[in-house]
C-alpha cells in the first residue's frame, strides 16, 4: 500500500488492508484480551525489498500470531521525503499506541516527533543517535552489532576467496553503512592482509536503497575487476547484486535477512539482524510494562539477533573448517578478545 496525501483515503487502507487481527488468545488457559495496536511505517523500498523492510514485517507477524496484536503500517513514496507525515499520521491515531520507523532515516523525525506525543511509546530501528542529544524518554533506539557481523562477513570471504579480491557494495553512504564497509574490511584483512577489497556505494540519499539496476552494474564492475565475492548492505538495490552474482556464477554475501532462495548456489551466506526477532521482543516489553524509553538498545551477536547463516543449503561452499574459524572468531569477538572498534575507513 502505498502511502496517499488523501486523509480519508488513508484512514479506509489502514484500517482495512493492513491491519491484524485484534482480539482473545489463550495464555496457560486463562483468556487474554489485548488492545495494543501497532503502527510501522517502512524505509525506502517497502515490502518486498526482501531484506529489511520485510524483516520488520514478520516481526509484526510474529507478534500478531502470538499475542494477537493488530497493526497497520505506511509506506513513504519514492525517496521517504514524506516519513514525517506518515509518522505524525501514526503518533495522531488515537488507537496506536505503539510507533515504529524502519531505519536510520528516522532517527531525526522520529526523535522530534516523540517529543510532541510524551503519551505515545515510539521505537527507531537502526537509530542514529546524535551526540550530546537526550533522547525522548518515550523513545527506544533499536540497534545491531552490525560491524560485528561483517567483520564475520569479511574474515568468511577472506578464507574462501581464490582470486585474492573482494568487494564491498553499500547502499546510502551514511555512518550505518560504514560500520558495514569498515566491518567487512577488518574481517578481509584478519585472514590475510594482501587481499584487495573494491569498495562502492549506490548512492547519497535514501533512493539508493531501491535500485537495483544500480547495484547490478556495480557488481558487475567489481566482478569484472576480479572479485568472486562481494558483499552487499544496499537494501531492495542487493537484490541487483544478487543478479549480477547469478550472471556472473560468482558469489554474494547478502545482509540483514537469508537470501539463498533468491539465487541458490551463488549466495555464499547472509549476515543477519533479526529485525523480526527484535521487534517481537519490543512489542512483548511493551505488553509485559518491560519498555524502557530514552535509550538505545543493542540487539548482538551474542543472542544471535546478529549473526551469518550457515546450514545445509551453504555448508558445502562455506566449509565445516572455515566454519569451525568463523565461530571460533565469533566467540572472541563476545569475549572481548577480538575488538571490532567504532573507527571508520576513509573512501
Known amino acids: 500500500m502505498k502511502f496517499l496525501v488523501s486523509a480519508l483515503f488513508c484512514s479506509l487502507l489502514i484500517f482495512t488492508g493492513c491491519s491484524g487481527q485484534r482480539g482473545e488468545q489463550k495464555d496457560n488457559g486463562q483468556s487474554l484480551k489485548t488492545h495494543l495496536q501497532v503502527g510501522l511505517v517502512f524505509s525506502v523500498g517497502g515490502r518486498g525489498d526482501k531484506s529489511f523492510n520485510d524483516s520488520a514485517y514478520n516481526g509484526l507477524e510474529l507478534a500478531r500470531k502470538k499475542h494477537g496484536i493488530k497493526y497497520t503500517y505506511l509506506e513513504p513514496q519514492g525517496e521517504g521525503g514524506d516519513r514525517e507525515s506518515a509518522l505524525r499520521q501514526m503518533a495522531t491515531d488515537p488507537d496506536v499506541a505503539l510507533v515504529i520507523g524502519v531505519g536510520l532515516l528516522f532517527s531525526d523525525d522520529i526523535s522530534r516527533i516523540a517529543a510532541e506525543f510524551p503519551d505515545k511509546k515510539f521505537v527507531c530501528i ?89 547495484g547490478r552494474e556495480l557488481a558487475l564492475g567489481q566482478y569484472g575487476r576480479g572479485a568472486d565475492i562481494v558483499y552487499e548492505a544496499a537494501g531492495a538495490s542487493g537484490l541487483g547484486v544478487i543478479e549480477a552474482a547469478r550472471e556472473r556464477k560468482a558469489l554474494v554475501i547478502c545482509t540483514d535477512r537469508d537470501q539463498e532462495p533468491d539465487a541458490p548456489g551463488f549466495v555464499l551466506s547472509s549476515m543477519t539482524k533479526a529485525v523480526d526477532r527484535a521487534v517481537l521482543k519490543t512489542v512483548e516489553n511493551v505488553l509485559d510494562g518491560g519498555f524502557k524509553g530514552g535509550r538505545v538498545a543493542v540487539f548482538g551477536l551474542a543472542d544471535r539477533y546478529t549473526d551469518y547463516v550457515y546450514n545445509e543449503k551453504n555448508a558445502s561452499l562455506v566449509g565445516i573448517k572455515n566454519h569451525d574459524q568463523l565461530e571460533s572468531i565469533r566467540k572472541k569477538i563476545i569475549a572481548g578478545e577480538i575488538v571490532v572498534d567504532d573507527s571508520t575507513i576513509g573512501q
Open 126 to 214: 537502526d537509530y542514529a543517535a546524535q551526540p550530546n542529544v537526550t533522547i525522548p524518554s518515550n523513545l527506544q533506539g533499536i540497534v545491531f552489532e552490525e560491524k560485528k557481523g561483517s567483520y564475520l562477513a569479511g574474515a568468511l570471504a577472506g578464507l574462501v576467496t581464490k582470486t585474492k579480491t573482494v568487494g564491498f557494495i553499500g547502499g546510502m553512504e551514511s555512518s550505518v553503512i560504514k560500520k558495514f564497509e569498515t566491518g567487512f574490511i577488518k574481517g578481509v584483512h584478519a585472514i590475510d592482509p594482501d587481499i584487495r577489497v573494491i569498495s562502492g556505494y549506490i548512492g547519497m540519499t535514501g533512493s539508493a536503497f531501491s535500485n537495483p539496476s544500480r
